[in-house]
Nanobody
Framework: QVQLVESGGGLVQAGGSLRLSCAAS????????MAWFRQAPGKDREFVAA????????YYTDSVKGRFTISRDNANYTVYLQMNSLKPEDTAVYYC?????????????????WGQGTQVTVSS
């Protein structure tokens, strides 16, 4: 069982930065794939970024490449999402997710564990 708690969301102007954190509990954290998804009002939840269990491999959706960085600290059971050069279209509730195994890593249905979400609002 893995429990996830996100923090770090807020209101920021376009071009600004935010760092999201996801604190995890559970002995399997160091063996889980971790990811960030986001959901804007009226839209489906979408994949943002993922990081392998060891932290050696990272994956991003095209719209955030070069602006967002996912990282993890297995010793402290935490995964991060550093978001730079934020745009109004990045406004959404951001969710942390965990899975022991995925086929695509980009599908919501592949993740067993979810946090409650943290709101990110980017003003123009």
């Amino acid at each position: 069982q893995v429990q996830l708690v996100e923090s770090g969301g807020g209101l920021v102007q376009a071009g600004g930065s935010l760092r999201l954190s996801c604190a995890a509990s559970g002995r399997t954290f160091s063996r889980t794939l971790m990811a960030w998804f986001r959901q804007a009002p009226g839209k489906d939840r979408e994949f943002v970024a993922a990081i392998s269990a060891s932290g050696s491999y990272t994956y991003y959706t095209d719209s955030v490449k070069g602006r967002f960085t996912i990282s993890r600290d297995n010793a402290n059971y935490t995964v991060y999402l550093q978001m730079n050069s934020l745009k109004p279209e990045d406004t959404a509730v951001y969710y942390c997710a965990a899975a022991l195994w995925t086929r695509t890593m980009r599908s919501v249905n592949e993740y067993e564990y979810w946090g409650q979400g943290t709101q990110v609002t980017v003003s123009s």
